[in-house]
């Protein structure tokens, strides 16, 4: 399949725009609602569209009802709560959504403020005047709290760091390349993933802790409430969305602070200001850039109308500039309440990890802000990965005075 019919959603995957995707964005908001691929396809760009969209009872998060799915389309065992509607995914996520209560997320600041500290006096300890912000602080961050939380050794990043980043590159939509042997290695990973976890779960049953994971084996053991291949596909869901979205919120708002020194002195004169870069960061320069819904009965947007199987594309980081919701959207601005955007999309679907990201997010920028001196970043310090779905910084150098110890 080739969306040649308007051309700037074909132009995400150049590697110069996944840099940079904005301006095609802004191009793409301009001209949606259109349809694309005979009419299967409807992409939304607009705030007001995409938050209506994802509210609507009449689109579901099954991809095996796409009529753009390949024949045999996918399976429905391997799949998450993410892609199933109600009733399972209701139970589900119910099962799961206790542990992330923004009150029970509280509870993990001052071990997650620790690690932050640890990973800066390590960076610091190795070079006091340069910290690659990516490998040194955002990624292992999350990683080491979702394992935490969830019961998985730390130490067995290493096992499955792979594999999800594997996963992580499947989320790509396929418009964008014919890409069997991503999807087919993306397949692969899943399998390695659930024998990761099988030997797991079967340690865990032996010895119980007090983790998620345990619990989650505990609602198996009940009875009805959640079976194997649930129990299987909602721990690598969220071991994996616990981590390959959270390392692009970190990197990215240092990399607009880098960029927007007096915000970055704003941040530092009033640490009350986290949160607020935190939801601009959302805004401008979100890690989840899209996602989609598959029409289950004729749904009227606009102009264009999906039918029952369309898929609808929606450009969640399109909608975080419309300029009929936030004034001035290309202005990076911690102090402007940015609440509202959809970075973390809406409706029942909502990021279940938000107060979690949020958090980690706030507490490790405080410790940037407050502890790495002039901060500037480093010529060619910074590329990019090459996907443009889960988009964010693979490399963010960042020259330094000093990293001055933990206060
Ligand atoms: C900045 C970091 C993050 C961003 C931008 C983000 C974004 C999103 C988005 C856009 C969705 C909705 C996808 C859709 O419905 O199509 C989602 C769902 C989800 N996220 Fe996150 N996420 C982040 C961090 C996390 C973390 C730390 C976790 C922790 C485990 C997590 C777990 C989940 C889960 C389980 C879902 C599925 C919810 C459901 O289907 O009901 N996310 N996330």
Not at 231 to 249: D, N, P, Q, W, Y
């Amino acid at each position: 399949m080739s969306i040649t019919e308007r051309p700037p959603l074909a132009q995400l995957g150049d590697p110069a725009v996944v840099a940079n995707p904005y301006p095609v964005l802004a191009a793409i908001r301009a001209a949606t609602p259109f349809a694309a691929v005979d009419g299967k396809l409807i992409v939304l760009g607009r705030h007001a569209d995409c938050s209506r969209i994802l509210r609507d009872s009449r689109v579901s998060s099954e991809r095996g009802r796409s009529a753009l799915a390949p024949p045999g389309g996918p399976r429905r065992e391997g799949m998450s709560f993410l892609s199933m509607d109600a009733p399972d995914h209701t139970r589900l996520r119910r099962l799961v959504a206790k542990a992330f209560t923004p009150r029970v997320i509280a509870g993990f600041a001052p071990r997650i403020r620790e690690v932050t500290h640890e990973l800066l006096s390590a960076a610091a300890a190795r070079d006091p005047h340069e910290l690659e912000i990516v490998s040194q602080l955002a990624y292992p961050l999350p990683v080491q709290i979702i394992c935490e939380l969830l019961g998985v050794p730390a130490g067995d990043h290493q096992r499955f760091a792979g594999w999800s980043a594997r996963l992580a590159h499947s989320l790509q939509p396929r418009f964008i390349e014919q890409d069997e042997e991503g999807f087919a290695d993306a397949a692969a990973a899943r399998i390695e993933f659930a024998e990761y976890f099988r030997e797991l779960i079967t340690q865990r049953r032996a010895e119980p802790g007090d983790d998620l994971l345990t619990e989650l084996i505990r609602a198996e053991d009940e009875g009805s409430r959640l079976s194997e291949a649930e129990l299987l596909s909602t721990s690598i869901l969220l071991l994996v969305a616990g981590h390959e979205t959270t390392v692009g919120l970190i990197s990215n708002a240092v990399l607009a602070l880098l960029r927007h020194p007096d915000q970055l002195a704003a941040l530092r004169a009033d640490p009350g200001l986290a949160d607020g870069t935190v939801e601009e960061t959302l805004r401008y320069d979100p890690p989840v850039q899209l996602t989609a819904r598959i029409a289950r009965s004729p749904i009227r947007i606009g102009e264009v109308e999906a039918q029952d199987g369309g898929v609808i594309l929606l450009m969640l980081a399109a909608t975080g500039r419309d300029p009929d919701v936030f004034p001035e959207p290309d202005r990076f601005d911690i102090t402007r309440a940015a609440g509202g955007h959809l970075a973390f999309a809406a409706g029942p679907h909502f990021c279940l990890g938000a107060p979690l990201a949020r958090l980690e997010a706030s507490i490790a920028l405080t410790a940037f802000a407050d502890r790495v001196t002039a901060p500037e970043l480093a010529g060619g310090g910074l590329t990019y990965k090459p996907n443009f779905n889960l988009r964010g910084p693979e490399r963010l150098v960042v020259r330094t005075a000093g990293i001055r110890p933990v206060p």
